[in-house]
């Protein structure tokens, strides 16, 4: 069953990593958003690319929710003592992979390109695709003023209420090699657990891609990311109340209008109406195991 999950970082990858586990070796997709894709000390950092990545080897922080286990911090500490940028956390084992893709990018290699090698490396039998190899960067607008995604999220630590959000370079970009193709020839299409706003609505921008989801002629089935109406970790809970008016599973179906199937919803959301079928099943992943249940029962209600 081929199966093309549309993914952000944190959230979107314990469901991607449920999905590569129950499904047959080379069956899955993942398109990831480069949205919040940032140059730190001259390096291009994707991270929610890399969350899907480290997740699917194995590699991830389980604790921390983000980065690589076993990490350390000398050389972000080191740069830090030279007057280097020290906002943005890169652990030494993280910067290895940001050293490899932009040596690569400087030499034109497309991000796609430059991905698929990187999951080769760690043997992926999953395909991981950026939305876009083009340049779309999400900016959010606040009363203090519009600031770069990174810039709002870890520099100001996603204080500011958000008044919008803009995906800059959108109208321009186009899919990157292979994602319209794979929804085309896809038996399901799910969308992750992910922030709406600033992980899928970045995706969504990219001319053709909310499209072909459109056109599909098979099952769109999206988990909620909100569990009892507040999110697991992140602003997503703020925003929604602030932007959609309310943080029920109505107003995150509200988002995929037209998109959808069916939506999962934590129990602690039912009962609950939203305009498109409901499926309620238990939908925190703690760890890997809860995250192959919820594949499961996301791949049951897409069949
Ligand atoms: P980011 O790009 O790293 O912010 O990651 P995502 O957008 O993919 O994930 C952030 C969202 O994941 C947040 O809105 C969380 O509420 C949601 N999330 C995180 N863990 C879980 C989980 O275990 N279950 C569900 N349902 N949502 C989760």
């Not at 291009?44 to 997740?55: G, K, Q």
């Not at 972000?76 to 007057?83: K, S, T």
């Not at 990219?206 to 098979?218: D, K, L, S, Y």
């Not at 109505?250 to 039912?270: K, Q």
């Amino acid at each position: 069953m081929k199966v093309v999950c549309l993914s952000g970082g944190v959230g979107g990858a314990k469901l991607v990593r449920g999905l590569h586990d129950v499904l047959p070796p080379g069956d899955l997709t993942v398109v990831g958003n480069v949205g919040d894709d940032v140059e730190v000390l001259g390096l291009h950092v994707s991270p929610d690319l890399d969350s899907v990545l480290y997740a699917l080897a194995g590699l991830n922080d389980e604790e921390r929710g983000w980065g690589r286990a076993d990490e350390t911090w000398r050389v972000l500490g080191a740069a830090r003592a030279w007057g280097g940028e020290d906002w943005f956390q890169l652990g030494d084992l993280d910067v290895a992979l940001h050293l490899v893709r932009s040596q690569a990018l400087r030499r034109g290699d497309p991000l796609s390109a430059i991905t698929r090698r990187l999951a080769a490396a760690v043997e992926l039998a999953t395909t991981v695709l950026p939305a876009t190899d083009d340049v779309l960067r999400t900016r959010i607008v606040t009363s203090e003023g519009t600031f770069g995604f990174q810039e709002w999220f870890v520099g100001r630590r996603h204080e500011d209420d958000v008044d919008a959000v803009v995906y800059d370079g959108a109208e321009t970009a186009a899919p990157a090699p292979g994602v319209v193709e794979a929804l085309r020839d896809a038996d399901a299409i799910v969308l992750a657990p992910s922030n709406p706003y600033v992980s899928l609505g970045p995706i969504f921008a990219v001319p053709g891609i909310r499209e072909a989801i459109g056109r599909r002629g098979v099952r769109c089935i999206a988990v909620s990311p909100l569990i009892g109406g507040r999110a697991v970790k992140g602003p997503l809970d703020r925003m929604l109340t602030r932007m959609a008016g309310g943080t029920t599973p109505a107003h995150v179906a509200s988002f995929y209008d037209g998109l959808l199937d069916a939506l999962v919803i934590d129990a602690a959301d039912a009962p609950a109406e939203a305009g498109v079928p409901l499926v309620v099943s238990a939908t925190l992943m703690d760890d890997r195991a809860a995250s192959r249940r919820l594949a499961t029962v996301v791949l049951e209600a897409a069949t």
